[in-house]
């Protein structure tokens, strides 16, 4: 077997001695070439040549979500086509790891190389649904370019949560549980619409659901992790299926504080639900639209102000070690 290892220097859980570790157990085991990425997009450009190569069998990830989507996105530069391009494992390096976890893996990096290595060793992989993103046509972001995501979306609140903890990481703070509840509490008491949301939902066959403040888009669960905390947003999600999404009309202090107290104690069976809780299922096309610009994040990674984003869950796009 020949195989691409993508490695992020940055990853805020390994070490180039970690690092070292990792790429000589690989080694072991198959051809492997090993790239260290050097700027950001790095890893999308090796994913699409290895994907575009008649000789790349496998694409390692080593890193966070946000190498994991990447690579992905490199992968998948041309559509999908999972009989054909190249399969995807991934050692989980970030501070999180929603995709790597969500897969079933170690959040440990060396023990999900071990368990990487068992699993081609077995030939255990599986094909895993994504989710897609893009300019909504029609609208001024119309012209924005498609890409795609591996756990979840976010458009208003959460994405401006998101957007805060970037800019504290890049003051050089670091990526903890903590600098994720502090810039919570900053955008709930900042946040203007929380009381009267922006966006609109639609989708081919059903009404608008309207004056939504927050709207969380789940390919898979849980929707994220607090710790060793598993956070279901939308239970039902699942790499089997399209896509689902929670929203809610309402931020006052009653209802974050009902929602955050069901999230934090949320189950594979159960997450937020409530008069101003909205949650739909699999969920293929839907598009949705807001008012004003509002921030917006895929796989925990901010990418500005939008208006509008359509969404596309599609079945079956990639083999995935597991």
């Known amino acids: 077997m020949r195989a691409l290892l993508v490695a992020n220097p940055a990853a805020t859980t390994t070490s180039a001695r970690t690092r070292d570790v990792l790429t000589h157990a690989l080694a072991s085991e198959m051809k492997l070439e090993s790239i260290t990425t050097e700027y950001r997009g790095h890893a999308r450009d090796l994913g699409r040549q290895a994907a575009e190569s008649d000789d790349i069998d496998l694409v390692v990830a080593l890193g966070g979500d946000g190498t994991v989507n990447e690579v992905v996105n490199g992968l998948l530069h041309?559509?999908?086509?999972?009989?054909?391009l190249p399969r995807l494992a991934v050692v989980p390096g970030g501070s999180t790891n929603v995709f790597a976890r969500a897969l079933g893996l170690p959040n440990d990096a060396v023990e999900a190389t071990g368990a990487l290595l068992d699993a081609l060793r077995e030939r255990r992989e599986r094909t895993v649904g994504l989710g897609l993103a893009?300019?909504?046509?029609?609208?001024e972001d119309e012209s924005v370019p498609a890409r795609w995501f591996t756990f979840c979306a976010g458009f208003g609140f959460d994405a401006g949560v998101v957007g805060r903890v970037e800019q504290q990481r890049e003051r050089g703070k670091r990526s903890t549980h903590a600098l994720y509840v502090r810039q919570l509490l900053r955008q709930y008491f900042e946040e203007p619409n929380r009381r009267h949301g922006t966006v609109t939902l639609e989708r081919p066959g059903a009404d608008p659901v309207t004056d939504l403040v927050l709207s969380i888009v789940c390919n898979t669960s849980p929707w994220t992790y607090l710790g060793n905390r598993p956070l279901y947003a939308s239970p039902e999600a699942s790499f089997?299926?399209?896509?689902?999404?929670?929203?809610?009309?309402?931020?006052?202090?009653?209802?974050?504080?009902?929602?955050?107290t069901q999230l934090l104690t949320s189950t594979p069976e159960r997450g937020p639900h409530g008069k101003h809780a909205v949650s739909l299922h699999d969920l293929t096309d839907f598009t949705l639209h807001s008012k004003v610009p509002l921030p917006f994040q895929m796989d925990g990674d901010h990418l500005g102000l939008r208006t509008s984003v359509r969404f596309t869950g599609v079945r079956r796009a990639l083999r995935v070690i597991v």
Do not use: F, I, Q
């Open 240 to 260: 089997d299926t399209a896509l689902d999404v929670l929203a809610l009309d309402r931020l006052s202090t009653p209802s974050v504080a009902r929602y955050a």
């Open 78 to 84: 041309n559509g999908p086509d999972p009989d054909s």
């Open 134 to 139: 893009e300019g909504a046509p029609g609208t």
